[in-house]
């Protein structure tokens, strides 16, 4: 999983610029270093700006770097004042942020990879089981092999069906 790695922390502001997150899914991406500790900081300073008066938020917002250690902490108190949601509701919303940053930034050869890599690390999740190489091919799949598609175009072809569906349920409008 070294070119995942390569990838954490995301850039904060493609993460807020993609989709709407609880605090919940900020303090599950800070966790598995998705984001950093100034991500959390940058996050509730938008919730201030927004007219919020919670003290964990106004502290968090306040943040140095020497109290860094804090924002994991007050991000998950934060976390836990929202109604609970499912795990892989949250892990779902990751799986799209960092798909679509892979789709983003780097070549097929290089895409493929990470990809792989992600697959792994959001625990071989079934909605990208039709675009990893390495999985066996579904039926409908065989049957576009059949019809002479190239393997290689219709995984590209699958990431970006996922990547569409994604965005409709993540994307920020």
Known sequence: MIE????????????FSKVNLSWQEVAWGFEMGWLDWT???????KHLKK????VA?????????DQSREAGKLARTLAQAEELLPEDVIRSKWQYLVLEKISEDWSWENQKIRIEEAFAEFNYPS?????????????????EWEKGANPEKLLQKRVREY?????????KP
């Open 4 to 15: 995942l790695e390569a990838m954490k922390p995301l850039p904060t502001e493609y993460v």
């Open 39 to 45: 991500s959390l900081v940058q996050f509730a300073q």
């Open 51 to 54: 007219g919020t008066s919670d």
């Open 57 to 65: 938020v106004a502290t968090l917002a306040t943040l140095r770097k």
């Open 127 to 143: 909605d990208m089981k039709s675009f990893i190489g390495f999985m066996p091919a579904s039926p409908e799949t065989k049957k």
């Open 163 to 171: 990547l569409e569906s994604a965005r409709k349920r993540f994307h």
